[in-house]
């Protein structure tokens, strides 16, 4: 029996969903792969106590941006069902930091945008878009996409529930709100559809969120147990994407004794705010938790921007850790910084000063 609640079991599941990231090869070899750790992961004493039994049933998917010759996983989705509420959760990858496609264009290209519903004026970002696309192409082992594995399910009674985590954010509302909104999923199948999005950047303008809003009221309890809220870290960098850039340079006080940080400034004046090409973005509806500053950290080189950049690291994947499921957070993979990364943006900094 599980001791999380449903919402920490999705994000589980989410989490899980990303641990491909550092595999290179053919998108096949890399599911298999993926398919296998997964399933490992999933039949550990210390996952089962939490979170239940619960096993893949559609994917994992890998797809690669065969336009760059990628060998890494660009985009992932998969399914997993809980064997005894017979949930379903659709887990949607985040960015891989050695994807291109990731970074170039489902993270970056927000200065293009595409009419979501013209009748609400409703419009998402060209990357979202393009992600989105990728999602609803994708085929499994059995040759089905996603929809039409769900729309071929017995109604259950159980939930269908679409997360991801930081890209995941954005993509899981947005794909969920596109299937449902625009009647391509079977929602009679199901008790109920949620979204459980954690981290992510805003998709698209101030009527998306609130056709959202509209299609995915908020759902539960308090926290992080509620349903259709973006689950965000007040400390986190990243939600604050496309709506709140100029925080960013100030966003951790106790770096450079409390002054915005200039490299970070630089940053967002030169590269981040420029991309968005005047378009105005707006937050989807969302609950902050408060993780607070993480003193210790040891960023890998000197100097106020590699302290920013562990910061931002820590605080956008192992705070979310330590909230939402602080009992497996040390079984679960996080991101490491390099001096390299570091000594790159300072030089990029240094190369853009004005």
Partial sequence: MA????????????????????????????????MNNVTSALGQTAF??????????????????????????????MAAQNSDTNDIVVAIAGTNPNSAFDRGTEDLDVGQTVTFDSTSGSWIAQGT??????????????????????????PTGANLIFAGHSLGGALAPSYALDLVFNSKLTTSNFENVYVYPSAGPSPGNAAFAALFAKTFPAVGSSGFNVWNQNIVNAWDAVPNGWTNLSVLPSLYPPINNGQPLTCIGILVDKELTPALNGNEYANLPRVTFDNGFE??????????????????????????????????????????????ICRELDAWCDLHRA
């Avoid at 001791?3 to 990231?21: D, M, P």
């Avoid at 559609?58 to 890494?72: I, K, T």
């Avoid at 931002?312 to 939402?324: T, V």
């Fill in 129 to 154: 878009s393009d992600g989105i696309g990728v999602l609803e192409a994708m085929t499994d082992s059995s040759g089905q996409t996603l929809v039409e594995y769900l729309n071929a399910l017995a």
């Fill in 295 to 340: 003193e210790g950290l040891q960023p890998p080189a000197l100097g106020v921007t590699c302290q920013w950049l562990t910061q931002a690291i820590f605080q956008h994947i192992a705070a979310y850790f330590a909230e939402i499921i602080p009992d497996l957070q040390t079984l679960l993979p996080t991101p490491t910084l390099t001096r390299k």
């Fill in 48 to 77: 089962t106590d939490a979170i239940g039994k619960w096993s893949l049933v559609w994917g994992p998917v890998v797809w690669q941006d065969a336009s760059q010759n990628s060998n890494v996983a660009d985009n992932v989705m």
């Fill in 3 to 34: 001791t999380y609640t449903e919402q920490q079991q999705a994000f589980v599941i989410s989490v899980l969903s990303n641990n491909a990231a550092g595999q290179t090869g053919q998108a096949s070899a890399i599911a298999t792969w993926l």
